[in-house]
């Protein structure tokens, strides 16, 4: 504990590993397969398939990773919503809440117990096996949430364990050190893709920017979590083998030192004013 942020502030990363409460685990997992099955059974084209998967008895990850099949491959736009009611659920929420990590993120966020921590997610990276769509290329959080200055990326696996073989998480470490770095802006992964609906916006850092950094290679096991700074240049990679993996990101964050007054974290000033308002005052 007394390193963590001597770590943190010098490599931009830092992994937690077999911290996750295995019963809260188990908990977020019902829960997500509750989620799904509830939302989508709800289409009858599909119903009574969707329902024999969520009755049966193979592992919940093969469960949601065969429902989510169908509908990749019938009804995408279902998914889309599916992703937004995640984010709403207080059970998912509740796999970060214990007192180490608690103690841990004000640690690295450099705040004391009576500033108050704010929670955005979970969000839930699904990562089909061979398909680009659902990729990030080289990225900073910090140009998502331009106006934030002071959150957490919280990133880990669920189900199964992460690698490059099925689809992880690159970071340059020492990156968070850099100044500003440019982007492009577009949406898609690739020119075949470029500015279909439903695709992520990527606001892509070129890579010979940061190509002299090494590369911190996201394989992790369940239960353990990686935290990396708000401007850590990161991207995710293609699932290569034959089977889904997924993996839940949160962003921890306090307000304090944000020259904003909205109550949306991704607040931007690219879109709108950012609700700012004449002599703030806040900390360098």
Same mark, same amino acid.
């Given at each position: 504990?007394?390193?963590?942020?001597?770590?943190?502030?010098?490599?931009?990363?830092?992994?937690?590993h077999? %911290?996750l409460?295995?019963?809260?685990?188990?908990?977020?997992?019902?829960?997500l397969?509750?989620? %799904?099955?509830?939302?989508?059974?709800? $289409?009858?084209?599909?119903?009574?398939?969707?329902?024999?998967?969520?009755?049966?008895?193979?592992?919940?990850?093969?469960k $949601?990773?065969?429902? @989510?099949?169908?509908?990749?491959?019938?009804?995408?736009?279902?998914?889309?919503?599916?992703?937004k009611?995640?984010?709403?659920?207080?059970?998912?929420?509740?796999?970060?809440?214990?007192?180490?990590?608690n103690? +841990?993120?004000?640690?690295?966020?450099?705040?004391?117990?009576?500033?108050?921590l704010?929670?955005?997610?979970?969000?839930?990276? $699904?990562?089909?096996?061979?398909?680009?769509?659902?990729?990030?290329?080289?990225?900073?959080? +910090?140009?998502?949430?331009?106006?934030?200055?002071?959150?957490?990326?919280?990133?880990?696996?669920?189900?199964?364990?992460?690698?490059?073989?099925?689809?992880?998480?690159?970071?340059?470490?020492?990156?968070?050190?850099?100044?500003?770095?440019?982007f492009?802006e577009?949406?898609?992964?690739?020119?075949n893709?470029?500015?279909?609906?439903?695709?992520?916006?990527?606001?892509?850092?070129?890579?010979n920017?940061?190509?002299? @950094?090494k590369?911190f290679?996201?394989?992790?096991k369940?239960?353990d $979590?990686l935290?990396?700074?708000?401007?850590?240049?990161h991207?995710?990679t293609e699932?290569?083998?034959?089977?889904?993996?997924?993996?839940?990101?949160?962003?921890?964050?306090?307000? +304090?030192?944000?020259?904003?007054?909205?109550?949306?974290?991704?607040?931007?000033?690219?879109?709108?004013?950012?609700?700012?308002?004449?002599?703030?005052?806040?900390d360098?």
């Amino acid at each position: 504990m007394k390193n963590i942020s001597h770590i943190f502030d010098k490599n931009g990363i830092i992994t937690f590993h077999q %911290c996750l409460n295995k019963t809260k685990l188990q908990n977020f997992y019902e829960t997500l397969l509750n989620i %799904c099955y509830f939302h989508l059974q709800k $289409i009858g084209d599909h119903h009574k398939l969707v329902n024999k998967l969520y009755k049966g008895n193979m592992p919940i990850g093969d469960k $949601i990773s065969k429902i @989510l099949e169908i509908f990749e491959d019938k009804d995408k736009e279902s998914l889309y919503q599916l992703q937004k009611l995640f984010s709403s659920n207080n059970d998912l929420r509740n796999i970060l809440d214990t007192k180490m990590l608690n103690k +841990s993120f004000r640690k690295l966020l450099k705040i004391d117990e009576n500033v108050p921590l704010l929670t955005s997610g979970p969000g839930i990276f $699904i990562n089909r096996p061979k398909t680009k769509r659902l990729l990030y290329k080289w990225h900073a959080e +910090s140009h998502y949430y331009p106006k934030r200055r002071n959150f957490l990326n919280i990133w880990f696996p669920i189900f199964y364990n992460k690698s490059e073989k099925n689809g992880t998480m690159l970071v340059k470490e020492k990156s968070h050190l850099l100044m500003d770095l440019p982007f492009n802006e577009y949406t898609g992964y690739n020119k075949n893709t470029e500015g279909k609906k439903n695709h992520f916006t990527q606001y892509e850092i070129p890579e010979n920017f940061v190509k002299d @950094l090494k590369t911190f290679k996201a394989n992790l096991k369940v239960r353990d $979590i990686l935290v990396f700074n708000r401007k850590s240049v990161h991207a995710s990679t293609e699932n290569l083998s034959k089977k889904y993996s997924f993996a839940v990101v949160f962003r921890i964050w306090e307000m +304090s030192k944000d020259l904003t007054m909205s109550g949306d974290l991704d607040v931007s000033p690219y879109r709108d004013s950012g609700n700012g308002r004449p002599n703030l005052k806040v900390d360098v």
